[in-house]
């Protein structure tokens, strides 16, 4: 049976060793081996005078538990570990299993690889205005709430992952990557039309966004509705605050960096999804695929969205104000 790979890079630097090449060095530029690899095998060499695993030659063909406990030791240590230096460090335990082995029973037992959620930093002061917000919302009645916000649409976006056998995809991506900006609001009766631009909003543009769109709120919601909106400084600027007053029968408060407890962020997770699918190659093609996006999103993702109001206040409460997983 041919020796696997691994087994003949040790035959390898156990035969440099007894021939004299004893430098990691020297024995990587002549195989070729990875360095890594022959610092192990040299300091095993230098403490048995073999490359052999304490646990005996072969491959073990499945994770035993013994292997499994000292899995689950390295990743709580560090989050961070690769399937292949977990396979690493488990040869220095006997353990003798390839990257690919690790990979799978990382995902056969639930775990996922990830990059972290970016979320905005929370301060003691701010998760207590997040208890005391969900305590007094919690039983609110969220039926006549408009949800409202504004996002960026980038041009070139890069983050749908995708499946490949043997060479990664490649998508050439342009240095200019231009953004379009847009408004929206939804309540359980529907949506507001899409409001893009592509210029830097301030309070002053704020209130004509919100003049163009607030008939359609009248319309859905009727005379008796609230707004809600985050603590941006052009949404409480003494401009915005004057037409709000004016114009809106009722503007909710809202808790600093608390982006999770506003559904519409799920809609705009949705669309930005959508539309980087489609491809968009300018400017006039993302607004137009932004729209197509928008109108498509039913009403009854809408009214799930509204009735998750209630259990993300008690989530709130019970995480202790932490970050809620929407």
């Not at 696997?4 to 020297?26: M, V, Y």
């Not at 037992?109 to 972290?116: D, E, I, M, Q, V």
């Not at 342009?174 to 309540?187: Q, T």
């Not at 960096?257 to 993302?286: G, M, Y």
């Amino acid at each position: 049976m041919p020796l696997s790979k691994q087994e003949t890079q040790r035959q390898t630097i156990l035969q440099f060793w007894r021939q004299g090449i004893r430098t990691a060095a020297k024995i990587h530029s002549l195989t070729k081996i990875p360095l890594r690899t022959i610092y192990r095998n040299l300091k095993k060499i230098k403490k048995t005078g073999d490359v052999k695993h304490r646990g005996g030659n072969g491959r073990i063909s499945k994770i035993t538990q013994k292997a499994a406990r000292e899995i689950g030791q390295y990743i709580r240590r560090k989050p961070t570990i690769t399937a292949k230096f977990i396979a690493a460090k488990l040869e220095d335990v006997g353990v003798n299993v390839s990257r690919s082995t690790v990979s799978r029973y990382l995902t056969s037992h639930g775990y996922k690889n990830a990059l972290p959620l970016a979320t905005p930093m929370l301060t003691p002061a701010h998760k207590h205005k997040r208890i005391e917000w969900a305590q007094n919302h919690m039983n609110d009645d969220w039926q006549n709430t408009l949800f409202s916000d504004e996002t960026a649409f980038q041009l070139f976006r890069n983050t749908v992952r995708h499946w490949y056998k043997k060479q990664r995809p490649i998508r050439p991506i342009p240095k200019d990557r231009s953004k379009i900006f847009a408004w929206g609001g939804f309540c359980i009766r529907g949506k507001t039309s899409l409001f893009c631009f592509r210029g830097i909003m301030d309070g002053k543009f704020y209130t004509k966004i919100l003049e163009r769109q607030i008939p359609e709120v009248y319309s859905m919601l009727g005379d008796s509705w609230r707004l809600q909106q985050d603590n941006d400084p052009k949404h409480t600027s003494r401009v915005a605050k004057e037409f709000l007053k004016n114009n809106v029968p009722e503007v909710m408060d809202w808790p600093s960096n608390s982006p999770d407890l506003n559904p519409i962020e799920n809609l705009w997770a949705i669309v930005k999804r959508n539309t980087e699918l489609r491809r968009p190659k300018n400017l006039n093609e993302l607004d137009v695929f932004l729209h197509e996006e928008w109108v498509k999103i039913p009403n009854n993702l809408l009214i799930n969205l509204v009735n998750s109001m209630p259990q993300r206040c008690r989530e709130v409460i019970d995480r202790n104000g932490e970050r809620i997983p929407y």
